[in-house]
């Protein structure tokens, strides 16, 4: 698929090529070069809802946070 260099350095991303990698309007893609090649990949965010359960449950003592964060409880 070919595609043109426009202003500024601009590209258009194909429709179908979008769609096949569930590509929308804001999302942030990686750019670097390889070999003579251009490599575009989408940026993999990680979300607290991905990673919840991992290192188990979390315990967190409300008295030690409130130390932390130079809060007197009394």
Do not use: Y
Not at 1 to 21: F, N, Q
């Amino acid at each position: 698929m070919e595609v043109s260099l426009r202003e500024k350095g601009r590209i258009t991303i194909p429709a179908r090529i979008r769609r096949a990698l569930g590509l929308r309007e804001g999302d942030r893609l990686q750019l670097s070069a390889e070999g003579g090649a251009i490599i575009l990949k989408p940026k993999e965010i990680v979300t607290a809802d991905d990673i919840r359960g991992v290192i188990g449950p979390l315990k967190v003592d409300l008295q030690e946070v409130e130390e932390a964060l130079g809060r007197d409880l009394s």
